[in-house]
């Protein structure tokens, strides 16, 4: 089984050490490597090439959302998790801006990090239930007359888009709409084409946009 490939980057040494040693349990994750400020994490993310990247957001030469932003335009292909002492969701509205997939608190992460790293590893956004009313008001309230191509969605591509923002897997819509997961992947793409979309976390917009998900999802 080929196991996620994870860098932690912090500037805090104790606090790496103690993710390691958190991640070395699991038989599908390893750490391929550590970096202590925002340069040093993209140069990491240049040499190891790492699934996923647990980021704290608050790092010197370079925070969190800077380094997002810097890898996200150098295409490299990581996913992003961003570790934060911060409770306020509006940190999970910058991250997803700028690129990432989701955010875990550090209080948290003895419990969330290993669900969230599967969770944006297999291409999902990692969200807290309460953050989803939140990002509900933030997004209806700026696209509220923004075209958006929606409307030329089938039925069916509507429900694709409904399930996989929810983050069901492409197996799990395929059980739920008796189709196959190869079906699921070709409604995916056609609703992507269609609303000039590329990244799962901007489907997850386009459905709280739209009504699609709500603050029980």
Known sequence: MDRIRVLLADDHAVL????????????????????????ETVQKCRDLDPDV??????MPRGNGLEVIRQLRSMRVGS???????????????????????????????????????????RGEVFLYPS????????????????????????EREREVLALTAAGYTNQEIADKLVISAKTVDTYRFRLMEKLN??????????????????AGN
């Open 16 to 39: 790496r050490a103690g993710l390691r040693a958190l991640l070395a349990g699991e038989p599908d994750m390893e750490v391929i490597g550590e970096a202590e400020n925002g340069v």
């Open 53 to 58: 990247v647990v980021l704290d957001i608050a």
């Open 79 to 121: 996913k992003i998790l961003v570790l934060t002492m911060h409770d306020e969701e509006q940190y999970l509205l910058q991250v997803l801006q700028a690129g990432g997939s989701g955010y875990v608190r550090k209080a948290s992460a003895d419990t969330e990090l290993m669900e969230a790293i599967r969770t944006v590893h």
């Open 131 to 154: 953050a989803t009313a939140l990002l509900l008001e933030d997004y209806r309230g700026r696209w509220e007359d923004h075209e958006d191509g929606f409307d030329a969605l089938s």
């Open 197 to 214: 979309l590329h990244h799962r976390s901007e489907l997850v917009k386009l459905a709280l946009r739209h009504g699609l998900l709500t």
